[in-house]
């Protein structure tokens, strides 16, 4: 079964830019979760999808957004970037949103480096 | 709110002893609890969880962990540690009440291996 797919690998942006980051979860996942990873902050959670449907947000700004789509996979885009938006973009997909299947699977994630 | 901490940037053991990695947690119902390995350049990785039931959870690569609800803790143990378990350890909780994606992270335990 193919893991979790996360395109591109590497991008290299500069500030004020806009970048949109896919993912593609493992088969019969529907739930998509986002983080970010940065060597100060640790793992943050950016924002979760089940069915289309954004179920839960983490403290970012606005500018950071994202939808999933019917086949569950999932895009998220950052606008107006800033330096401190350099990390690496982790998706992960479980089986449900809820219940006992919720481990999460990480993609190898996305590195966005502003310049 | 929930919290996890991870009191141990680093660990350092030699190869064939056991190690330890430990975490703490704070949830305020019951909590789904979980660890996940990243490699450099790499995605997390799910080691293993606890969802109900035996206190001590076995997972992948030979580690097991134990839940401790008094001390609301679950440490990661490996009776003999091996080099190749050299990488990055984070614990994360969930509150059974929330939804998949709210999992809360620790900010990892760097675990080095040596000959």
């Known amino acids: 079964k193919a893991g979790v797919t996360q395109t591109p690998r590497y991008l290299i942006k500069t500030r004020g830019q806009q970048v949109t980051l896919s993912c593609s979860p493992i088969?019969?996942?529907?739930?998509v979760s986002w983080y970010q990873q940065t060597p100060g902050q640790g793992l943050q959670f950016l924002f979760e999808?089940?069915?289309?449907?954004?179920?839960n947000k983490g403290n970012f700004p606005g500018r950071f957004s994202g939808r999933q789509f019917s086949n569950s996979r999932s895009e998220m885009n950052v606008s107006t970037l800033e330096l401190g938006d350099s990390a690496l973009y982790l998706c992960?997909?479980?089986?449900?949103?809820?219940?006992?299947?919720?481990?999460?699977?990480f993609g190898p994630g996305t590195r966005l480096t502003v310049l | 709110a929930q919290s996890v901490a991870q009191p141990e940037d680093q660990v350092n053991v030699a190869e064939g002893n056991p190690l330890t990695v430990k975490c703490t947690y704070s949830?305020?119902?019951?909590?789904?609890l979980f660890w996940y390995v990243q490699y450099p350049n790499r995605g997390l990785q799910f080691l293993l969880k606890?969802?109900?039931?035996?206190?001590l959870v076995k997972g992948s690569y030979g580690f097991e962990a134990e839940f401790n609800k008094s001390q609301t803790s679950f440490h990661l143990k490996k009776p003999s540690a091996l080099v190749s378990d050299s990488a990055l350890y984070f614990c994360?909780?969930?509150?059974?009440?929330?939804?998949?994606?709210?999992?809360?992270f620790g900010d990892g335990t760097t675990l080095t291996v040596k000959p």
């Open positions: 088969s019969g996942h529907r739930s």
């Open positions: 949830v305020s119902g019951n909590p789904y």
């Open positions: 994360a909780v969930r509150d059974r009440s929330t939804n998949a994606g709210k999992s809360t």
């Open positions: 606890y969802i109900t039931g035996d206190n």
């Open positions: 999808y089940f069915s289309e449907t954004q179920r």
């Open positions: 992960a997909s479980s089986r449900s949103s809820g219940g006992t299947n919720n481990e999460q699977f």
